[in-house]
């Protein structure tokens, strides 16, 4: 997927530019319950229905068992992708959890389809790097996508990612992972 000439080159922003905004866990719940309104005000984000679909609910459900059980992990998990003054959250994204014993974390990412094929995804990718770099204990950042999804194949090209083997997710079904060294350049503002 990269040649070594992608694994050194500097990260460069997207012309599109995405802030990446934590979603508490009280905003969480309100989207679990489907209560966008609740969950806009609570995160002070302007929310679309796509917040609320069942996949959503079950990573909501998924990052709130995962924060009650160890709630030093909310700082890695959910985060909205914002643009705009306005708060408009067109995805989520975050990392699967802190870094593991060597230093490996995960990222995961979505937006909404009214957002799509606009380079929200390729930002938001930037932004996961950028703060994985600045993680002193972070090493190596993971991409796990299944092989059908030609967009996420499509975002993580150019930027360095090495196929390093496959796996069996009981959610998404066989994956290939993808992984990039944390520290290979941080873009310019």
Not at 60 to 80: G, I, K, N, S
Not at 113 to 128: N, Q
Request: overall charge negative; proline content about 5%; aromatic content about 8%.
């Amino acid at each position: 997927m990269a040649d070594e000439s992608d694994r050194r080159r500097p990260l460069t922003r997207s012309p599109k530019r995405v802030r990446l905004v934590e979603l508490s866990g009280e905003a969480m719940s309100a989207l679990l319950d489907g209560d966008l309104s609740r969950a806009g005000r609570t995160a002070g984000l302007s929310l679309t229905e796509y917040f609320v679909t069942d996949s959503a609910r079950w990573l909501w459900r998924y990052r709130l068992a995962q924060m009650a059980a160890d709630p030093e992990r909310a700082r890695w998990m959910v985060r909205q992708a914002v643009v705009g003054d306005g708060g408009l959250a067109v995805g989520h994204a975050g990392f699967h959890g802190p870094p593991d014993e060597a230093g490996m974390v995960e990222v995961g990412y979505s937006v909404a389809p009214e957002f799509r094929r606009r380079g929200y995804a390729r930002a938001t990718l930037v932004e996961l790097l950028c703060r994985a770099a600045a993680e002193p204990t972070v090493t190596t950042v993971r991409a796990a996508i299944s092989p059908g999804n030609a967009a996420s194949l499509a975002t993580v090209s150019g930027f360095g990612f090495v196929e390093v083997g496959e796996q069996w997710d009981d959610e998404d079904g066989r994956e290939l992972v993808f992984e990039v060294p944390a520290r290979r350049g941080v873009p310019a503002e």
